[in-house]
């Protein structure tokens, strides 16, 4: 199935692709974290959601350390510091999506590829320490890590530096994200944005996105 799908798309338009590391090469779940301080603090789901959105686009661009995000979380929650396991709750909770790994990992053969994630320093060293020879980072062409960058996704900045940064064409590159405003960040500057967020979602479905690309 894999030869037969590269040889297809040798050749053709596209020469790049950008993979998302949570939710696309790694499995997480992070309604369950909020879920989790929702039961511990009393707050309702949506007002953690809208606090931990305002503190984590600060943690992911290094603005605050780990320890400065948590002082946050358990001051707004009112919760102990102890109590917010931001860390604790990825060590926990991660997985890796071997199916979508591997794919990556074929298209290099044919394929600049990269990966662009927004993370903190604490979870990203957690997972490139754990998993990254699994995830391929030392086999793709480029790992753009959001807190080192000083800017994540769906920032114009972060994907503009991202195509100058691997030498490459937006309309030739295809970005795959499991959050639709980082999808239509990236469309914004011309790559060829593909939403991976359903249950179904698998990697057939990425075939047949790519190949939409490529007609």
């Not at 037969?4 to 309604?31: C, H, P």
């Not at 989790?36 to 661009?61: P, R």
């Not at 979380?73 to 997985?95: A, P, Y």
Request: glycine share 6%; net charge positive; proline share 1%.
């Amino acid at each position: 199935k894999f030869y037969s799908f590269y040889k297809q798309m040798a050749n053709k338009m596209l020469k790049a692709v950008l993979f998302d590391v949570g939710g696309v090469l790694i499995r997480l779940d992070e309604s369950k974290y909020y879920e989790y301080l929702s039961k511990i603090s009393g707050v309702e789901i949506n007002k953690i959601m809208n606090t931990l959105d305002i503190l984590e686009k600060k943690i992911y661009v290094g603005e605050i350390s780990i320890k400065e995000f948590t002082e946050a979380v358990s001051k707004r929650l009112g919760i102990m510091k102890k109590e917010v396991k931001w860390l604790e709750f990825l060590e926990e909770n991660v997985s890796i999506n071997r199916e979508v790994v591997d794919f990556a990992l074929q298209l290099h053969k044919k394929y600049k590829v990269g990966v662009i994630t927004n993370a903190d320093r604490a979870r990203y060293l957690y997972v490139k320490k754990h998993f990254g020879k699994e995830l391929g980072f030392d086999k793709f062409d480029h790992v753009f890590v959001s807190c080192y960058l000083g800017m994540a996704k769906p920032s114009k900045r972060l994907f503009e530096y991202v195509i100058k940064k691997m030498g490459i064409i937006p309309s030739e590159t295809a970005f795959i994200d499991d959050h639709i405003e980082n999808v239509e960040g990236a469309k914004a500057i011309g790559i060829n944005g593909i939403l991976f967020n359903k249950p179904n979602d698998n990697v057939e479905y990425l075939k047949k996105q790519i190949e939409k690309i490529e007609k």
